[in-house]
């Protein structure tokens, strides 16, 4: 198309240079007459996109290379591990790997969002969404990860949502995206089984999903 574009105006320039149109008194008026300095700025533009589109047809990465972007990135729990911790299961286990740990204080996980979930069929048919309140159980799940790991509690135990403050959303998260999501404890009282923590998601770097507050409850 920009081609295209860039032909048409270089045919236009030849048509004013060799057909100069004269006047009502028979004097010839200059091409240049019809040539603003506007004429040679858009031709000098579509130069240059062009050059642009055949520049970014080259810079394809490939998978190799787009793959490798995440090689630095390590597992620390995989879906195995954190099916040993967790009580969830299928279709409501929301974290599928864990990335970063310190034991009793914070972690980093990753939830890769589906079309196969079940929820997105009614969530909505013509435009697939992730849930916010998924969003926020995902986060209360990555809690529950370092919580269940602390002493006073134990892998398999089930924590109770006991309160939400302050939740955010900033942007939809929709099939195809991969939500990072952190947590940090904020307070663990072992002998009444109670947690405050805070969390956030992004997609491609971008804040998707805030929670100031989240308090949990263990089942006794």
């Known amino acids: 198309m920009k081609i295209a574009i860039l032909s048409t105006l270089l045919s236009a320039t030849t048509a004013f240079i060799v057909s100069p149109i004269q006047s009502t008194n028979n004097a010839a008026i200059s091409p240049s007459f019809f040539a603003p300095s506007s004429f040679s700025t858009a031709l000098r533009q579509a130069e240059e996109t062009a050059s642009s589109e055949t520049t970014a047809s080259s810079e394809f990465q490939g998978s190799h290379a787009i793959s490798s972007l995440t090689s630095g990135v390590k597992t620390i729990f995989s879906s195995e591990d954190i099916a040993k911790i967790l009580p969830h299961r299928y279709p409501f286990l929301l974290v599928d ?6 034991a009793g204080k914070r972690a980093v996980g990753i939830k890769s969002v589906t079309l196969n979930e079940p929820h997105f069929t009614g969530h909505f048919p013509d435009r697939p969404i992730m849930p916010g309140v998924l969003q926020v159980e995902a ?3 990555l809690a529950g990860i370092v919580c269940l790991q602390m002493e006073g509690a134990e892998p398999g135990a089930v924590f109770f949502f ?7 959303w900033k942007r939809p998260v929709v099939p195809g995206d991969t939500l990072v999501m952190e947590v940090e404890i904020k307070m663990w009282r072992a002998k009444m089984g109670i947690a405050k923590a805070t969390g956030k998601a992004y ?3 971008e804040l998707a999903v805030e929670v100031q507050g989240m308090t949990f409850a263990l089942a006794k």
Request: charge should be negative.
């Open 162 to 168: 006991a309160g939400v403050d302050g939740v955010k």
């Open 97 to 102: 790997k864990v990335v970063e740990y310190e």
């Open 203 to 205: 997609v491609d770097g």
């Open 139 to 141: 986060l209360a799940q």
